[in-house]
C-alpha cells in the first residue's frame, strides 16, 4: 500500500480528549514523539505554527495538546487541557508563535519545536497528517541536518566513533540487518558531523520493533533513540 | 496488505470471509498480536464511542465553552419520545449518536476518532441505527468497527481523511462511506456489495468543504455528523436494495483526492471561507478570540 495508514487503529482511534484529531491527538503525539527525541521534558519550548495550525491552533487546544506530548500524557488523559499551565508551573519556558507563509515541510498542519533541555538544543519539524497519525520530518540536533521520511516509527543511533563491532561489521549496517531481518526497514540513512568523528543512523521503520530486537539493538547502541 | 478496495473484496471474495474478518486476520499478523488483543482493544474503543453518546444525550446535554453547540442530542431525544418525527425513529436514533457524540468532542471530553475527531459522530450514529432496526449484538458491533476501519485504511492512503488537506469530504465523507460499508455486512450482504455502499455514500459527500467558525469543530461539524450517519444508512439501503453507484469505489476515492487537492485553502480548516467567513461566522470569532 502507498500511504502510511497501516493499521486498523490508525482509522478506529485514537481514545482522546476532543475537539480535533489533526490538531489535537495529532499535537499530543508530536509533543511526545519531541519528549522522546530530547529525553524529557524541555525546559525551554518554542513552538512555531504554520498554515491551519497558525490559523486555528487556538480553537482546537493544539497549544494544550502539543505541551501535553511534552509532559508524557496520553491523548485521553483528562489533564490534557490543563497542560499549559501544569508544565509553566513545573518551570517549562513556553512561546507560541503564528507563522505567516508555508511550513517549511509542506503540509498545512504543522508544527516547528525548538527545544533546550540541560545543554541540548534540539528543533523538530512535525506534521499532523490526519486521524491523530503524525509524521516527524525534520531533525536539526548537534549540528546534524536529519531529513526523515517522516513516518513512525523511527530509530536514531549516534555513533561516537566509526568502530567496527568485534566481527568486523559496520555497527549502523548490523543494525539495519538486525531490523530488515524483522521485516521491519524502510529505509536508513547515515548523517556524518561537520568534523567526520561522529554519526547518526537514521532508521525509518515500517512497524513497531519487537522489546525484544529493542534490547538487542540497545546493547551495542545505548545511546540510541527510538519513538514509535 | 490490501492497497484499493476492489483488492480488499478480491481477498475477502477467495477466502469467502467477511471483510471485517480480513481486516482482523491482517492486524494480526502485522502486529504480532493474538485475535484476543485485537478484538479486545477494538471492544475498548467501542466502549469510549458508548461513553460519549451517553454522556451527551443524558440530562440537558454537554455544552462547549464557547456556548457554539451543546444540548442539541438532549433536544433530539426529547422530541423524539414526545412527536411523531418525520424521518422516522431509527434515523432520529442515529442522528442523536452523532450529535451527542460531537457534542462531547466539541466540549473537550473523551471520543474515540473515526477516523477523526471531527468526523467521530457518524460511525457511532449508524451503530445506533443498527441496533435499534437489527438488534446488532456487541460482537456484531465490534466486527462493524474492523469493517469500517479496513475501509478507512483505503480511503487514508489513497486520497486524505484531514479536513486540512481535503475539506469535510474527506473527514464526514470518508466516515460516511466507511459506515455505509459496514453496515451493509452488519445487514447481512456480500463484500462486493459493501463496495457498493461506500462508493454511493462517499459520492453523495463529494465536494463537501471543511469551514468551521472561529476555527472550532463545533459549527458545522456536530450537525454534519448527523448527516453523515443518514447518508450512511442510506446509501448501505440503495446497495442492499440492488442500486449501483456505477462509478466504482477507488474511482470515487480517487476523485475525493482530486476534488480535495482542488480545494483553497479557506476551504480546508483554516476558518477563513464557507460558513466560517459569514458575517455572523466572524462575529463569532470575534467574541470568542476579540480582534
New interface residues.
Partial sequence: ?????????????????????????GAVAIGRAARHLIGGLPQSVRIDYY??FA??H????TDYAIVSGLLGYAP?DGR??QAVSIARDQGVHIEFCEKEGPSPIG???TAVLHMQRQQRKMTIYGC?????IVEIRRIQMAGYDLQTEGMLPLLLVEEMDQSLSNDGQDKGDRIADSIRAAGALRQSNTYRSGDGNSSIHVYDLD??L?PELLQQISRYAPNMIYIN | ???SIQELVSIAQEQDLPISEI?IR??ME???ESRKQVWH??S??LD?MDKAVLKGSTGKGVFSSTGLTGGEAALIRDYRSRHVSLSGDTMLAAVQAAMATNE???????????????S?GT?PGVLAALKKRIDLDRDGQIRF??T???F???T???A??????GGCQ?EVGSASA?GAAAAVEAAGGDPPTCAEAFAIAMSNLLGLVCD?V?????LPCVKRNAIGAANALIAADIALAGGSNKIPADEVIEAMHEVGMALP?SL?????GGLAGTKTGQGFRKT??GQ
Fill in positions: 500500500m502507498p500511504g502510511e495508514y497501516k493499521s486498523v487503529f490508525d482509522i478506529i482511534g485514537p481514545v482522546m480528549v476532543g475537539p480535533s484529531s489533526s490538531h489535537t491527538a498554515e491551519s490559523q486555528t487556538l480553537g482546537h487546544g485521553d490534557v487541557p503540509h498545512p498542519n499532523s497528517i490526519g486521524g491523530g512497524k513497531p519487537l | 496488505m490490501f492497497a481486516m491482517q492486524e502485522r502486529y504480532n482493544r477494538m475498548q474503543n469510549a462531547v468532542n466539541a466540549s473537550m471530553g473523551v471520543i474515540c476518532a473515526t477516523p477523526t475527531a471531527g467521530s460511525l468497527l474492523f469500517a476501519g479496513a478507512g485504511l483505503v487514508a492512503n489513497n486524505m481523511i484531514a479536513g486540512a488537506t474527506a466507511m468551521p472561529a476555527g472550532l469543530v463545533e485553502s480546508r480548516e483554516t476558518g477563513i470568542i478570540f
